[in-house]
């Protein structure tokens, strides 16, 4: 190869066997027969074998008597049948040539052969296959090996990598020292039923089973609460209804400044637990990707897919943060010292390049957190490369070199099995191989690209591609501990990492270029070399593109502290020019990401969690809240109720790191999650977010919440819940008072017009605002405050001659409620007097009282006057002896009763009289207050001289028809008197009309006492 030294090629020694041993291997047929030698080209003159060269992993050797093994098994594999657990065939027999491949199983991503893969694999499961097709059924525990069980099967990802399997996750390429992962929960993820042959709607059979058989031979429990979710009309709704109430006990549990990553924890740790749910029941309902989305499980999927991307932004915001408001160790200046000096061991400089640039170390995170996402989204799939190959390298594409060495014919297939050779001799491997080529190079892209290298290396050996394996392990920084300290012991440390590292990523670079191999094999190894231009076709996601552009820039910024800092006796290996060709940077990355050339992942890019995660990775706090309020603000497309959620705690957690920015906004945002909360009807969260507003807003808006409960059980609940989250309760329960019972109050006025209406019906608005007086008399404390509500809605009842509701009102106020009223504030001011405003409020409930008495005496009057009086028995005409004496007897009943009725008129004519004479004649004046020392409200004085107005009049004459009535004219003049007094100056009250009106009436008492020879005063005539 040009441009590389000869002295720096030295041979690669491993405690493993090489899969190249000696230029050559020799292999043995099965059944006897001619020896086949295969020979090797020398490593270092090819492609692949000089990457593995300069590559330090284990390789496997290959063993001809299993490649005919292997190339039997995976045709009876391909061709529906199942291995047992020893993967062995003793009722199958097989000749030694491959059989020929129908051509519709020719081809990798076929429809028939998925659904053929994916029923026998459900049949080796035990999952329910179609009626009418049979399947050759082997043990199911087949595949309970923990190689094969899916163990976190994903929701579908937007990322191009099918039929990947979750293994334990490794580090990523460039990972500084410590750890940034903020928790260690288990992220065990459930499929949308990837694993279904047909998609179908779930079945009263279906619905009435507690455990669903998962592949593997598992089971998993299903509660009837899944049950009862899936027959809802919108099942991810529901499913997700108890989110809200998860966060807020975090939220609750969490307050302690010292607890907020640990909050963040456990909001990622609740979405996670939600995405499973949701996962199970679209499984559950046998949604599938591949036939499409039922209509009822639409939104079902949308919450899905929100809220598996809040759980990567929780995970992304925890370790982000949570490096930024680390504070370094005081040691950090010497690190930095240090570094001036030239090192030996590359892992020494990045260890320390990372503790000493926040960017590069962050943007690691970054890169991290895509590789952990990756994870997540790996889908278990039955079409992994493992379930066609076993140990053994492109098996029919020797089998056929096997069998054109035996039978002397010449055939355009490979004439080497090395590496590079079908590079090199330009001809291609066999079909078959060709689609397991293809497919486990997706695969190991796919767990490059989760971080999960180990299990990249060990599909490849699993897949007899040990040289492969080898290739992808020269990546690995070198560290010989020995140079800066040997042990007391004298025994030296492993030395760990490739100290060819350079030569083998001028050789990844080089062949990530090379046009002739696979993109994704091309990616690989730009992932590996830092080539961002080969990197990105293998990306077809957002996020895909957003790992590329973030480990690329991380692998420069890396590589360049390295070759700066390491001090080696020998000359690296120069990069290509283009490796630097490219400035990067984080904003400029998603400057790129936004005028991608693919519209998929320009699309993405305008997604709102993908702007929140481009903020938070920004670090740019003020831009991020000025775009969640835009969205608040945007009254076409509001954001969901989930996204709400997500973005009113997002301001609680940077409120809780002192970083919060642009507070009217942030209000805005806690206060439109609050208006959310109110309209789900979340009763029990309303008060603690309510609390997290300014102190106005908190009171406005939990009364606008209380207005909307009517029981009274709740009512209490709710009043303790606000004490529970510090609300000022009383505050509170006044304004929501004071907001029912001002709807109409403008109306005051109009109503106080004189009018022939004795009483008004009570609408449902009226019983709302009796109802209301409730939430005044749960708190004895809060009496005071119950009277001055009262008295204000039986004023608007009185102006509107609603008496029957004022009554209701007034009695809602327990009897004894100003002597509480006196006993409060004695125990809190001792003998001083009450208040201005209370001592007012007490006398005007004394005002109403007597109003309201005088009324009901009159109403007492009324009935008895008009349907109490006795009727008088007619005389029979001509009637015989016996009538006659039952009329006489029918006559005395009468007079007894007519008398007992006018004793009874009497008695509560008396009455009328004196409760209207109580208000007429009230201490200090009716609806009067006595005190105007203290605060002087307007609207109230306006409306208690409305009162006078519409009311005294209307009292004056009732009495005068009691008193006109039951023939007591005399006192009817006397009332005259009273009306004309200086001390009440009752006249006041009249206007013109109706005094001239009454005056009238005045006039026919006088004429009725004319009559029975007494003066117009009611006094005797002197002669």
Same mark, same amino acid.
């Given at each position: ?136 059924? #082997? ?42 992962? $903020? ?156 570094? =001036? ?55 029919? #594409? ?81 560290? /010989? ?148 309020? /835009? ?48 309209? =789900? ?114 004023? #608007? ?6 008496? /029957? ?46 109003? $309201? ?51 009874? $008129? ?118």
């Amino acid at each position: 190869m040009a441009g590389v030294r000869k002295e720096a090629c030295e041979p690669w020694t491993s405690t493993s066997q090489s899969p190249v041993e000696h230029g050559q291997y020799q292999t043995r047929r099965p059944e006897g027969g001619d020896r086949l030698s295969v020979s090797f080209q020398e490593p270092v003159d090819t492609t692949l074998g000089y990457i593995w060269k300069y590559s330090q992993g284990q390789s496997q050797g290959f063993n001809a008597e299993t490649m005919n093994e292997s190339v039997d098994r995976k045709r009876a594999v391909r061709q529906g049948l199942r291995p047992g657990n020893r993967l062995s065939f003793p009722s199958l027999q097989f000749s030694n040539s491959p059989a020929p491949r129908e051509e519709h199983m020719s081809r990798t991503l076929n429809q028939e052969h998925i659904r053929r893969s994916i029923g026998l694999l459900d049949q080796a499961t035990g999952t329910t296959t179609t009626p009418g097709h049979p399947v050759p059924r #082997t043990p199911g525990s087949a595949l309970k090996h923990s190689t094969y069980t899916p163990r976190r099967p994903p929701t579908a990802s937007q990322f191009d990598v099918s039929d990947l399997m979750g293994q334990t996750p490794s580090r990523s390429l460039m990972t500084p020292g410590p750890t940034f992962n $903020l928790s260690a929960v288990d992220q065990t993820r459930l499929n949308t039923s990837l694993f279904l042959a047909t998609p179908r709607q779930p079945t009263a059979a279906d619905l009435e089973s507690t455990a669903v058989q998962t592949p593997g031979g598992s089971t998993e429990d299903f509660t009837s609460t899944n049950v009862h979710l899936l027959l809802a009309e919108d099942p991810g709704i529901a499913a997700s209804e108890g989110l809200f109430e998860k966060f807020m006990q975090c939220f609750t549990e969490h307050q302690s400044p010292t607890d907020v990553f640990t909050l963040v924890a456990k909001y990622q740790e609740v979405c996670m637990e939600q995405v499973d749910m949701l996962n199970n029941l679209v499984r559950k309902a046998g949604v599938t990707s591949s036939y499409g989305i039922p209509k009822k499980f639409a939104r079902t999927v949308e919450v899905l897919r929100l809220l598996d991307q809040e759980k990567c932004s929780w995970r992304l915001i925890g370790s982000l943060y949570q490096d930024r408001q680390s504070v370094l160790e005081d040691d950090q200046e010497d690190m930095d010292v240090n570094l =001036e000096t030239p090192s030996q061991s590359e892992k020494d400089i990045m260890e320390a390049f990372f503790l000493g640039n926040s960017e590069v170390r962050q943007s690691q995170i970054v890169v991290d957190w895509l590789e952990e996402n990756a994870q997540d989204v790996l889908r278990s799939g039955y079409d992994r490369a493992e379930f066609y190959s076993k140990s053994i390298c492109w098996e029919n #594409t020797l089998h056929g070199l096997k069998r054109q060495v035996g039978t002397g014919q010449r055939q355009s297939s490979l004439s080497h099995l090395d590496p590079d050779a079908p590079i090199r001799e330009s001809k291609p491997l066999a079909d078959l191989d060709k689609e397991d080529e293809v497919r486990l190079l997706r695969e190991v892209f796919g767990n490059i690209r989760a971080g999960r290298m180990e299990e990249a290396q060990r599909l490849c050996r699993k897949c007899g591609q040990s040289w492969r394996a080898a290739t992808l392990d020269g990546w690995r920084l070198y560290d /010989d501990p020995n140079i800066s300290e040997v042990p007391a012991t004298g025994e030296l440390q492993h030395i760990k990492g490739n100290k060819y590292r350079d030569i083998w990523k001028s050789v990844c670079w080089r062949m990530a270029e090379d046009e002739r191999f696979n993109v994704y094999e091309r990616a690989i190894y730009a992932a590996l070399s830092g080539n961002l231009k080969e990197l990105l076709p293998a990306c077809d996601s957002w996020d895909d593109c957003l790992w590329a552009y973030f480990k690329v820039f991380v692998d420069r910024q890396v590589e360049q502290e390295i070759r700066d800092k390491l001090n080696l006796s020998r000359e690296l290996e120069a990069l290509p020019d283009a490796y630097y060709e490219k400035e990067l940077s984080p904003s400029r990355i998603f400057q790129e990401l936004q005028s991608h050339p693919r519209q998929i992942v320009e699309m993405q890019s305008k997604e709102k969690h993908h702007i929140i995660q481009k903020f938070i990775i920004l670090g740019d706090v003020d831009a991020l809240i000025e775009e969640m309020g /835009d969205w608040i603000y945007d009254d076409v497309s509001r954001p969901s109720h989930h996204l709400v959620r997500f973005m009113a705690h997002v301001v609680l957690f940077l409120r809780a790191l002192g970083l919060q920015t642009k507070d009217a906004i942030c209000v805005a945002i806690i206060e439109a999650y609050v208006k959310d909360l109110i309209t =789900e009807k979340h009763t029990k969260l309303v008060a603690m977010y309510t609390a997290q507003l300014p102190y106005d807003m908190q009171v406005s808006w939990y009364a606008r919440f209380l207005e909307g409960i009517h029981d009274k059980e709740e009512r209490q609940h709710c009043l303790h819940l606000a004490e529970e989250a510090g609300l000022d309760v009383a505050q509170i329960t006044k304004t929501v008072v004071e907001n029912i019972r001002t709807r109409d109050e403008s109306e005051f006025t109009a109503h106080t017009q004189r009018s022939s209406l004795l009483e008004a019906a009570t609408s449902a608005e009226d019983r709302r605002k009796i109802e209301a007086t409730d939430w005044l008399v749960f708190d004895p404390s809060q009496r005071a405050e119950a009277v001055k509500q009262s008295n204000a809605i039986i004023r #608007t009842f009185l102006a509107t001659k609603k008496h /029957d509701a004022a009554k209701e009102v007034f009695h809602k106020i327990p009897a004894d409620s100003i002597d509480l009223i006196c006993r409060n504030w004695q125990a809190q001011a001792g003998r001083e007097r009450l208040p201005a405003e209370d001592e007012n409020a007490v006398n005007e409930y004394l005002c109403l009282k007597a109003y $309201l008495d005088a009324l009901d005496s009159f109403n007492d009057w009324f009935e008895h006057y008009h349907n109490k009086q006795p009727t008088k028995p007619s005389a029979p005409d001509n009637g015989n002896f016996h009538e006659m004496v039952r009329f006489e007897h029918e006559q005395k009943e009468y007079e007894l009763e007519l008398e007992r009725w006018r004793q009874a $008129l009497g008695s509560q004519s008396m009455g009328v009289k004196e409760y209207i004479y109580n208000v007429l004649l009230f201490v200090d004046g009716w609806m009067v207050d006595k005190r105007m020392d203290g605060k002087v409200d307007e609207t109230r004085l306006e409306q208690m001289n409305g009162l006078r107005e519409l009311c005294l009049p209307m009292l004056c004459v009732l009495l005068h028809t009691v008193l006109h009535t039951t023939e007591q004219y005399k006192e009817c003049l006397a009332l005259a008197d009273v009306l004309a007094s200086e001390d009440n100056q009752l006249y006041k009250v009249f206007r013109r009309p109706e005094l001239q009106q009454f005056l009238s009436k005045l006039s026919e008492s006088s004429l009725q006492l004319l009559n029975q020879n007494l003066d117009p005063l009611g006094y005797e005539l002197v002669s």
